[in-house]
């Protein structure tokens, strides 16, 4: 299913297409035996099918891992027609994922794609300004964010509060993210549908139509190269202004 | 004015009151004569007023201040009724403000108020996550943050993007954001009005009322140990869930 999503978002001529966490194998494990079951490698044929079906594209998308060491992981593989280009594991495990899954020990690395400067981060990864900012001074254009982003309550008239992180961590280091989330419904968990691509100064430029059968899309074309922007008034570089002797007083 | 004001919130029963940046003085300089001939130091007599006025309340705003050294600094006060408790200088200084004063080189203490354990910033720090992160794990439940948000264009049913950016921060933190702007135009620049109190979810929970007068006030009862529990979900506390190995593999 996976692969035939990463074949329409490239015959709609997409460049970087994002896929939702753990999307080759569900969110909601019975058990530990179940997630195990379900684990696979960076081998496994999906990642050769995303691989041809890619055609100029870099898909980016979630995979239960099991790793060399025999541990599980959620994960993020980045596949050009190539390949797997790297795989990437969560750091900030959500909720029962801590039964389930041993969490990453590696930051993620800023790769050099077809499409740009790329970094991956995972769900609640997310929420961590630290990760955001992290991968922005390393030089990433873009961050792709596979998430299942469990729906909550929020005020009538609001974004998804992960959204809104998204947003301020885009504006915070000018770069953009595109969080891909699952929709409808798995084994009585209700998802936000919070898909978004959020452009530099921090506002969403594109989410998916509603009833978008289904593999609702969200589209957006931008220029990566904006990112190296960071003058967000005539006298004001994000980064240039930032402070690190003062936050070296903090015990950060 | 802003004695006025401290003393219109007092009566109203505020415990904390939060004022805009540069209350004392404006904020539109013509030039850096007139930015010296406005600055004040801790000892003058409109603290001393704030502290008369404040009964039971904690103030926090701004004032263009001559420090001890000769240089102008933007910074913000902190006052209850035994007078000046601290003071902040601006560590982020915004456009134009590059020309007129020189930056502080403190980061802000927490501070043990009648109200709770009070962090202060001033306008553009708030968009650095540093500086919330930094106050944060200090052990601030409440940061007060006077502004002065130049009005700029944004997207029909968003909050202003500073607005969101203090949402984000006090979700990523759970701790509580008192954002203090001006209204009106000053000199012929048009003010955000983004006056706004956050909760330790990361929504507003209250903006002063349309058409507000003179003191256009945002009230709203809050219980500042709220920001003690930081846990997002059963098994996600949001500080403990931080992964500063992670993050040293960064040149944060």
């Known amino acids: ?8 978002a490239a015959a709609a001529g997409a460049g970087l297409i994002v896929l939702p966490e753990l999307v080759t194998s569900g969110y909601m494990f019975e058990s530990m035996a179940e997630a195990r079951s379900l684990a696979i490698t960076p081998a496994h044929p999906v990642f050769t099918d995303w691989a041809a079906a890619a055609g100029e594209a870099v ?13 599980v992981y959620n994960s993020a593989a980045v596949v050009d027609s190539d390949g797997v280009i790297a795989v990437y594991r969560k750091t900030h495990l959500w909720d029962t994922e801590k039964r389930v899954f041993t969490p990453g020990s590696d930051a993620p690395e800023v790769l050099a794609t ?8 995972i769900c609640y990864d997310l929420e961590f300004p630290e990760m955001t900012r992290g991968l922005a ?58 898909t978004a691509i959020i452009d530099i100064s921090g506002w969403v430029i594109a989410t998916p139509e509603p009833g978008g059968g ?30 690190r002797d003062i936050y070296a007083q903090f015990a950060l």
Chains 1, 2 share one sequence.
Request: charged share 20%; hydrophobic share 40%; proline share 8%.
């Open 1 to 8: 299913m996976s692969t035939a999503a990463v074949r329409t």
């Open 137 to 194: 001074l390393s030089g990433a254009e873009i961050l792709a964010v596979p998430t299942n982003w469990p729906l909550a309550p929020r005020p009538a008239d609001e974004h998804p509060p992960e959204v809104g992180m998204a947003m301020a961590s885009a504006r915070a280091n000018r770069i953009f993210i595109a969080c891909c989330d699952r929709s409808g419904t798995e084994r009585g968990q209700e998802w936000t549908e919070g």
């Open 214 to 243: 289904e593999f609702p899309i969200a589209q957006a074309v931008i220029d990566p190269s904006q990112s190296w922007d960071k003058y967000i008034s005539p006298a004001n570089d994000v980064f240039a202004d930032r402070r």
């Open 114 to 121: 077809r499409v740009g400067s790329l970094g991956v981060l």
């Open 59 to 71: 898909v980016v998308g979630g995979f239960c891992e099991l790793g060399d060491d025999g541990l």
